[in-house]
């Protein structure tokens, strides 16, 4: 159980940075009025969609095993939790399950465009706004200690 905990930890700096360059580069890409290309967006984006998937499963796998995840939310009433508890819990994996769904969403939408600004912004805006849900939920306490 600790070893997937500690890939699931160490899997989401690199989900994040990954993340966070795919944005980027939506966004520049938009902006620039760039042509989007195979080699470096399409794989750029496709690549975020792939491990941002695996870390959810890792997640779930974490939150269905841990003892902070599900069975904590099974044994311990609602009103009794603290915000740390509650974040584990409830809020951390409901928020990036969200996140998580609306990268796909970024992903399935940018396919079905044609001109390279589109797509951009589909991929900067569905992406975006995982990047920023995600980033609302991490534990930063544990990250840190």
Same mark, same amino acid.
């Given at each position: 159980m600790e070893l997937l905990q500690n890939v699931h930890s160490y899997l989401a700096y690199v989900v994040l940075l990954i993340l966070f360059l795919a944005v980027a580069n939506a966004i520049t890409g938009m902006m620039g009025n760039r042509m989007f290309t195979l080699e470096k967006d399409y794989r750029l984006s496709l690549f975020t969609l792939i491990l941002s998937h695996i870390q959810l499963v890792?997640?779930?796998?974490?939150? @269905? *095993? #841990?003892?902070?995840?599900?069975?904590? %939310?099974? =044994?311990? !009433?609602m009103g009794n939790m603290?915000?740390?508890?509650?974040?584990?819990?409830?809020?951390?994996? /409901? @928020?990036? &399950?969200?996140?998580i769904v609306l &990268?796909? &969403?970024?992903?399935?939408?940018? $396919?079905k *465009?044609?001109?390279?600004? $589109? $797509?951009?912004?589909? @991929?900067? &805006? *569905?992406? +975006?706004? +995982? /990047?920023? %849900?995600?980033? #609302?939920? @991490? !534990?930063? =306490?544990?990250? *840190?200690?």
């Open positions: 890792l997640g779930l796998l974490v939150y @269905i *095993f #841990s003892a902070s995840g599900l069975n904590a %939310l099974m =044994n311990v !009433p603290n915000a740390a508890a509650r974040l584990l819990a409830l809020e951390h994996p /409901l @928020i990036n &399950i969200i996140a &990268i796909t &969403i970024g992903w399935s939408r940018h $396919k *465009f044609m001109e390279g600004k $589109k $797509k951009f912004k589909s @991929i900067a &805006i *569905f992406y +975006g706004l +995982g /990047l920023v %849900l995600i980033l #609302s939920r @991490i !534990p930063w =306490n544990q990250w *840190f200690n």
